[in-house]
């Protein structure tokens, strides 16, 4: 079955600078790529996702990559602000029997 | 619109008790699916469906039930609860395969 790693598991950076989170997967038939953004005590909310017939998409301050050849994919948030603090997953999936997510990273704004 | 829709939010059981997580969605959304998430380990797909009257097994589907007899209720059962299956639980919907998922807030349980 696919399998998805993402790195890091935690991340720190200073408000106001850029955060970048990378995923790989190992199917290449998956064609979808999803990133979600979890906070504390609720169910996980889906920010940006990108599909395989595109190399990026932007979405205000969340931009996400894709490179098939290499099957990695990135998040990139820039200008952090103290409401970016949760953990993100990544995802791979298209078909009917679910998305494969990534163990998470937790990123931490710091003021 | 409320989206999808998961209770209970906490729930204690004992070792052996059973029990059913309810999840009913009002975006008429044929695809559903229950994931486990534990610390560290990300969601792991339990079961799924792809519509009514039709239920698949996920990469964890031991110690678990599904049923679908309608596009809006999925309910997850466990019969007989075990400590491993300490976790919280969402349910989550879509419109197909390669759509993003929406989310309800999990059930959090506790098996002592």
């Known amino acids: 079955g696919e399998n998805v790693e993402q790195h890091p598991s935690t991340l720190s950076v200073q408000e106001g600078d850029s955060a970048v989170i990378k995923c790989t997967y190992s199917?290449?038939?998956?064609?979808?790529f999803p990133w979600y953004k979890q906070e504390l005590g609720k169910g996980p909310q889906l920010i940006i996702d990108?599909?395989?017939?595109?190399g990026e998409k932007k979405d205000q301050r969340i931009a996400v990559t894709l490179n098939k050849t290499a099957k990695h994919f990135s998040l990139h948030i820039t200008e952090t602000q103290p409401e970016d603090s949760a953990v993100y997953f990544c995802?791979?999936?298209?078909?009917?029997?679910?998305?494969?997510f990534g163990k998470g990273t937790h990123l931490i704004i710091q003021p | 619109n409320a989206g999808v829709t998961q209770t209970p939010k906490f729930r204690i059981l004992k070792i052996g008790q059973s029990m059913t997580l309810q999840c009913t969605q009002d975006?008429?959304?044929?695809?559903m699916y229950w994931y486990r998430q534990d610390p560290g380990m990300g969601l792991k797909l339990i079961y799924y469906?792809?519509?009514?009257?039709?239920?698949d097994k996920g990469e964890v589907p031991n110690g678990y039930n599904v049923s679908r007899s309608t596009t809006e209720d999925f309910p997850l059962r466990l019969e007989l609860a075990a400590p491993s299956q300490t976790s919280v639980y969402f349910c989550?919907?879509?419109?197909?395969?390669?759509?993003?998922?929406?989310f309800g807030s999990g059930t959090r349980l506790t098996v002592v």
């Open positions: 995802a791979s999936g298209g078909g009917a029997d679910g998305l494969t």
């Open positions: 199917d290449s038939a998956s064609n979808y």
């Open positions: 990108i599909r395989s017939n595109v």
């Open positions: 975006m008429n959304h044929n695809y």
């Open positions: 469906s792809v519509g009514a009257g039709i239920t």
């Open positions: 989550a919907s879509s419109l197909g395969g390669g759509a993003g998922y929406t």
